[in-house]
C-alpha cells in the first residue's frame, strides 16, 4: 500500500465537521503523539526499556493512530502523503549533503 492508498482510504473514516477541518485532526494528532510518548514512557519506566512483542504492538497502533491524523490534516490542506514524504527525504538529503543535519531551525 502506498501513502496515498491510505490517505485515500482514511479519508473514507473521517468524521468531523467541515468547519474543523485541520483543527480537529490537528487536536487528535496532538492527543496520539502523547500517547505513544506515554507508552514508551511506560516501557522505560516499568521494563528498563525492554520493548516487549507486546508493547510493541501497542505502539504501532498509537503511531497508525498518528498516521491516520497525518492523512487527515494533509488531504484537508490538499496534499498528497507521497508528495509530503518525498518533500521530506528532499529536505533531510539537503541537509546531509550540506553537512546541517545537526542544529536547530527549518531553513538549515
Known sequence: ?????????????AVYPENMKTVYPLIGLAGETGEVAEKIK?????HHGVFTP?????????????LWYLAAIAGDLGFALDDIARLNLDKIASR?????????????
Open 1 to 13: 500500500m502506498t501513502l496515498n492508498e491510505y490517505q485515500a482510504a482514511a479519508a473514507k473514516t
Open 42 to 46: 511506560k516501557v522505560l519506566r516499568d
Open 54 to 66: 507486546e508493547s510493541k504492538e501497542a505502539i504501532a497502533k498509537e503511531l497508525g493512530d498518528v
Open 96 to 108: 546531509k549533503e550540506r553537512g546541517r543535519i545537526h542544529g536547530s531551525g527549518d531553513e538549515r
